[in-house]
């Protein structure tokens, strides 16, 4: 099974950053960081065929693969992701700075989202917005195999992009892991280990 993750941020802004207080000198880079982390980590170790796709609107779109991903080197912490994260998000003109930081596989791509989406609809992916209010997730997932290729669009904390009008125009299944309102991060687990459990 091949799954994406695909999450949008508008808030990230970094220009007054500080290791010290992560999430209130980076516009919230902490809530991507711990779905960086739900995503690619899993009971035992890096999972396989896990992507998640982030979307800054002021710094451009990065590619986590988790099959590109180094066990021994890649930070597992919240913090420590955070502070590598932003060297490679504030790279400037020195590329050679990064040959030690241990997520320089990330992809750093200049692609919009809803092309990413396109792209991913061409490749035949099942694209699933995240949402609380959507339909009941199970009787999809009954369906799904180990061939099944699944994009799931989650929202940042104030849950943006769901309500956007280009998404609308998708008309994609909204599926929901109950009432609940869970932060990104939860919710991504939760998914993965129902995933897990169905398949
Ligand atoms: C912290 S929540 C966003 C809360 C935000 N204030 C809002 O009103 O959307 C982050 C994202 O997790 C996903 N999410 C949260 N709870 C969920 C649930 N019960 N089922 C499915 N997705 C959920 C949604 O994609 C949501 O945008």
């Known amino acids: 099974m091949s799954i994406v993750f695909i999450i949008q941020s508008s808030t ?40 998640i796709w982030v979307f800054l609107d002021n710094y451009g779109t990065f590619i986590f693969k988790s099959n590109n991903l180094d066990e021994n080197t890649f930070p597992k912490n919240e913090i420590l992701l955070s502070d590598y994260f932003v060297k490679i998000i504030l790279k400037g003109s020195d590329p050679k700075s990064l040959d030690k930081n241990p ?31 959507g339909e009941d997730f199970y009787p999809l997932f009954t369906n799904l195999d180990k061939q099944s290729k699944l994009l799931f669009i989650i929202g940042n904390q104030i849950g943006e992009m769901l309500n956007s009008e280009d998404l609308m125009h998708f008309d994609f299944k909204r599926i929901s892991l109950g009432k609940q309102k869970y932060l990104a991060s939860s919710v991504i687990r939760l998914l993965k280990l129902n995933l897990r459990l169905i398949l």
Do not use: W
Not at 22 to 43: F, K, N, Q, T
């Open 12 to 51: 990230i802004e970094l220009k007054n950053y500080t290791i010290k207080d992560i999430p209130g000198s980076s516009g919230r880079l902490d809530v991507i960081s711990r779905a960086i982390l739900a995503a690619l980590m899993g009971e035992n170790g890096i999972e396989q065929n896990v992507e």
């Open 103 to 133: 997520l320089n596989m990330v992809e750093h791509v200049h692609l919009n989202v809803i092309d990413a989406i396109e792209n991913f609809k061409e490749c035949n992916y099942q694209i699933l917005i995240l949402h609380e209010e």
